[in-house]
């Protein structure tokens, strides 16, 4: 079975840092575009961006690039979404997602499986 | 400000067919698969349809997706108060070059 499995709810105050995680099983790590989906309180899903473990090449969507940085260590299948300072408005909930099709040109697929979501709240 | 457009909601009652449209534009919709995703609050969104229309496994037959031009939709049929949820359109946009979630649409059964 395909799991992904992220890292605990955060608390943290504005200019910290923070990185998340995701855990993935049940499927060969280096082959799937992964990435990462930002829900604000009371707004919709938004794409933030992906990364193909198997080269370490990413893709953002422009309103996140320097923002974000997406990250992924295949030796041990986990990625990662980190920020260097963190702002209040970086209040969300944050899921991570697995692409639907395998190999590398799969980017424009869309996402097949979900992570349970990390909350990650930010206040002073 | 998303590139595609959903309604922000849409109502029925137990039994009706209900539509959910996702309209887009060349780059995204006209030229890319669409993927259609169902959220309850507090869950993780659950992957109703596939390549525009492509049911997943273990996706009931009341869900189908279609897609035509730069538009696609969403169908519902026999409603259940279950269906009741927030539901979103996506595709891949060539000039962003990334993904695009719609707006999303919530779903009231009444």
């Known amino acids: 079975e395909v799991q992904l499995v992220q890292s605990g709810a955060e608390v943290k105050k504005p200019g910290e840092s923070l990185k998340i995680s995701c855990k993935a099983s049940g499927y060969k790590f280096t082959d799937h575009w992964i990435g990462w989906v930002r829900q604000m309180p009371g707004e919709g899903l938004e794409w933030m961006g992906i990364i193909y473990p198997s080269i370490s090449e990413t893709k953002y969507t422009p309103s996140f690039q320097g923002r974000v940085t997406i990250s992924a260590d295949k030796s041990i299948n986990t990625a990662y979404l980190q920020w260097n300072s963190l702002k209040a408005s970086d209040t969300a909930v944050y899921y991570c997602a697995r692409g639907d099709d395998s190999g590398y040109y799969a980017y424009q697929y869309g996402i097949e499986v979900w992570g349970q979501g990390t909350t990650v709240t930010v206040s002073s | 400000q998303s590139v595609l457009t959903q309604p922000p909601s849409a109502s029925g009652t137990p039994g009706q067919r209900v539509i959910i449209s996702c309209s887009g534009s060349s780059s995204n919709i006209g030229n890319n698969y669409v993927y259609w995703y169902q959220h309850l609050p507090g869950t993780a969104p659950k992957f109703l349809i596939s390549?525009?229309?492509q049911r997943p496994s273990g996706v009931p037959d009341r869900f189908s997706g279609s897609k035509s031009g730069t538009s696609a939709s969403l169908a519902i049929s026999g409603l259940r108060s279950e269906d009741e949820a927030d539901y979103y359109c996506?595709?891949?946009?060539?000039?962003?070059?990334?993904?695009?979630f719609g707006g999303g649409t919530k779903l009231t059964v009444l």
């Open positions: 390549k525009s229309n």
């Open positions: 996506a595709a891949w946009d060539d000039s962003l070059s990334a993904f695009s």
